[in-house]
């Protein structure tokens, strides 16, 4: 199985906070509504299924439900599917959290996604190309994905390991392995590779003086999303 459970249980143990905006997932909450809104200006998604693949606790499950998408996340991790469901009913969205492999979500229902996202969570599996071909597969013909995580480089260690965790502690020690970050090139690879069109790479930068975070279109060095389409 396309499954790291120490990567799992990272997540597990931090779960109780998930919708804290002062804790660990500060970064995820402050990044929310720019990923929310550039997946909402590309693709639509209100009256879209949509899938949200390593959805944690939910954070851009709500925002895509919020913005009228009915949505579907999907978590290997128990714990943050449990702080999702009860954040869910708090906001009084409907949203249907599942846990189980994309995998074998994609044998069992494929092209069954208007929209799949996928943020923040390839560089946390063994094989990030099997999960970018099962959210193909999961995807409509004419659908849209969505991918974030982080560039691979020396700037990328200097910025996302060595400063997000230990200068600026924005995240806990250990919550990134440098090795499995991906480079833009490989993620478009795996892109094509699961017969996908590869959209608007945009990066994703962190001012550490003003705490803004901003989505740019000259510097996906670090953190950087990918849109992608399914023919058809
Ligand atoms: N996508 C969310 C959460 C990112 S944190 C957001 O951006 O707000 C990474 C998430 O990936 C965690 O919830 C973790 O449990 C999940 N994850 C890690 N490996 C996974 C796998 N193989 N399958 C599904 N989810 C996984």
């Keep these: 199985m396309n499954v790291d ?4 249980k990272k997540f597990e143990d931090l ?11 500060a970064p995820l909450h402050a990044i ?3 990923r929310a809104n550039w ?3 590309h693709a639509q998604v209100a009256g879209k299924t949509l899938l949200d693949v390593g959805c944690g606790g939910g954070i851009l499950s709500e925002a895509m439900a919020q913005r009228g998408a009915m949505v579907t996340g999907l978590d290997m991790g128990e714990k943050p599917l449990a702080v ?3 954040h869910a009913l708090e906001s009084q969205l409907e949203i249907d959290y599942i846990q189980q492999p994309v995998e074998t979500l994609a044998e ?5 996604f208007d929209v799949v996202t996928c943020m923040e969570m390839l560089e946390h599996v063994p094989d990030p190309a099997s999960v970018i071909s099962a959210c193909a597969k999961l995807c409509k013909p004419g659908g849209y994905l969505f991918f974030s ?3 691979r480089n020396p700037k990328s260690y200097a910025f996302a390991i060595l400063g997000a965790e230990y200068v600026l502690k924005l995240l806990p020690r250990g919550t990134h392995d440098w090795q499995k970050f991906i480079k833009p090139a490989e993620l478009a690879a795996a892109v094509r ?3 996908l069109l590869v959209g608007e790479t945009l990066g994703m930068t962190y001012n550490p003086i003003t705490k803004q975070y901003k989505l740019v279109n000259h510097d996906v060095d670090v953190n950087y999303l990918m849109a992608a389409r399914k023919p058809g």
């Design 5 to 8: 459970q120490a990567e799992v």
């Design 15 to 25: 779960a109780a906070r998930w919708w804290d905006p002062d804790s660990e997932f």
């Design 32 to 34: 929310n509504p720019l």
């Design 39 to 41: 997946i909402d200006s």
């Design 84 to 86: 999702a469901r009860l």
């Design 108 to 112: 069992e229902q494929p092209e069954s």
């Design 149 to 151: 995580t982080i560039n």
């Design 193 to 195: 590779q699961a017969d």
